[in-house]
């Protein structure tokens, strides 16, 4: 995922020391999110928010200094010669939340705007407290929320999902900022474009990027496991298990693999993931505006990892999804692609879905449901985040993907955004005052976090290949 960094106006303070700044007050946002038994039984949670690292502005950590160490897409020779150096020279500052990241809690409920000023989206992690990131136990466990992605057009991508970080964000003797600042991210893709990982920077090898402002790409990646529940905008839907390790791997040059390297599969990580997107698996007419489930309009999205024993000792070996909308409880669409059967993420479906689409193995190379299973096992961070996509234009979750490819191959087309949309600079002007909106997260065992309809009236049964219809409460 990219980020891009926002410039905040400097005052004239004193820095307390390296490598946390405090010329804005780091204040985190507060969520509320629920823990629940059974339906209707739930307890609320006083959680916070906190902006990822690589947003905020990296200035030196000198008393009285707030030289930037990175401007632009560049950093500073003096300031930053080399990694080790660069960490200890430079100080991460606090956030202005609302003002310059659009970034706005209120209750349980948080809003992303995706252009505020210079700043383009926000990557966000969910805190237990103010320097500890909440983590996440989620086998034969459900993960719900509502969405609000009737602003997200073609292009956008509001995202919500899991990744291997460490609860303390990496905290130690080079790295002061820790959780309290949004450090230690890693994910599947690798990603290179972070401007520290493990306590040190990532200036050595650093590249500019050729169509982006704000990044640039360094030696360092920071690899681990992702479970992305929701990856979205309003006309195309996909939530992607990818392997990888169970805790953040730091990982060097091509050799990381993902999207910022030459070899997309060079790594141990599996950049690709074994998707569900309902388009791509044939169902045309089920998410979207005015669809089953209506983008229009908020909806409930409802995520089970489901264990080969029913219990949390179990190994995952199925991801199920429902929606509920308007009091009706909407069953994942059947995927209608011949050779590739049923409703959800599970062991046959990642076997059978690159076979059939001819995509690399890369799941079930990287490790498959057993990575998984460690990652969830050993605990995840949840993201909310908002993005455009300088690699791809979105075009792998709302378009045809390859752009040249053709649409009536199975697994080309993925959604009914042109395959000429997405690209970042046009995104950021025409769609600038798109958001995002999560709200009322509940965790919980299965069928606890919302009113699942009786067996008696459910569709949840109807068989394989019959066209879904909306359960009635
Ligand atoms: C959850 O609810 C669905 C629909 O009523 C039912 O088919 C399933 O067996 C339930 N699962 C558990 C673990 O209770």
Redesign the pocket.
């Known amino acids: 995922m990219y980020s891009k960094i926002a410039l905040a106006s400097v005052l004239f303070q004193a820095a307390r020391g390296q490598q946390v700044g405090t010329n804005t007050p780091e204040t985190h946002p507060a969520l509320t999110w629920e823990t629940c038994t059974a339906p209707g039984s739930c307890t609320s949670n006083n959680g916070k928010v906190v902006l990822d690292s690589n947003w905020r502005w990296v200035h030196s950590a000198a008393a009285g200094s707030y030289t930037n160490c990175y401007t632009g897409n560049t950093w500073d020779a003096t300031l930053c010669p080399d990694d080790v150096t660069c960490a200890a020279n430079c100080a991460l500052d606090g956030a202005d939340y609302t003002g310059t990241y659009g970034v706005t809690a209120t209750g349980n409920s948080l809003k992303l705007n995706f252009v505020t000023g210079t700043n383009v989206g926000s990557r966000n992690y969910l805190m237990k407290d103010d320097s500890n990131y909440e983590i996440l136990y989620m086998l034969n466990q459900e993960f719900t929320f509502d969405v609000d992605v009737s602003n997200l057009g073609c292009g956008l991508n509001g995202a919500l999902y899991l990744v291997s970080m460490a609860a303390d964000g990496g905290l130690s003797a080079t790295n002061k900022a820790g959780a309290a600042y949004g450090t230690g991210y890693c994910d599947s893709q690798c990603p290179r474009d972070l401007k520290f990982i493990g306590g040190k920077a990532n200036v050595e090898g650093w590249t500019p990027e050729s169509n982006s402002a704000n990044s640039g790409t360094g030696n360092n990646g920071a690899c681990c496991a992702e479970m992305d529940i929701w990856e979205a905008n309003s006309i195309s839907a996909a939530y992607t298990p990818h392997a990888g390790p169970a805790s953040l791997t730091i990982c060097d040059g091509d050799a990381c693999g993902g999207t910022y390297s030459s070899n997309r599969y060079a790594g141990d990580t599996d950049p690709d993931g074994c998707d569900f997107n309902s388009y791509r698996q044939g169902d045309t007419t089920f998410y979207g505006p005015g669809m089953t489930v209506d983008t229009t309009k908020v909806f409930t999205v409802v995520t ?1 990892f ?1 264990t080969d024993d ?1 219990t949390a000792d179990g190994n995952l070996n199925e991801i199920k999804r ?1 929606y509920v909308q308007d009091g009706t ?1 909407i069953p994942n669409s059947e995927s209608t692609i011949p050779g590739i059967t049923g409703n959800s993420v599970n062991t046959d479906y990642c076997q059978n879905q690159p076979t059939v689409f001819n995509d690399t193995p890369s799941f079930e190379n990287k490790g498959g449901f057993a990575s998984m299973t460690a990652g969830l096992k050993a605990g995840m961070v949840l993201v909310l985040s908002l993005w455009d996509d300088y690699a791809d234009s979105m075009l792998w979750l709302d378009s045809d993907d390859p752009a040249t490819g053709d649409p009536t191959v199975p697994g080309i087309a993925r959604g009914t955004c042109a395959t000429t949309s997405g690209v970042p600079s046009d995104v950021e002007s025409s769609q600038a005052s798109a958001y995002v909106t999560y709200s009322n997260i509940k965790v919980g ?3 606890s976090t919302f009113a ?4 008696k009236r ?1 569709v ?2 109807a068989a394989a290949g019959r066209p879904q219809r909306r359960a009635v409460l």
């Open positions: 089970q489901l029913g429902f409880v065992p299965i069928n699942a309809p009786a067996t459910s949840l049964g």
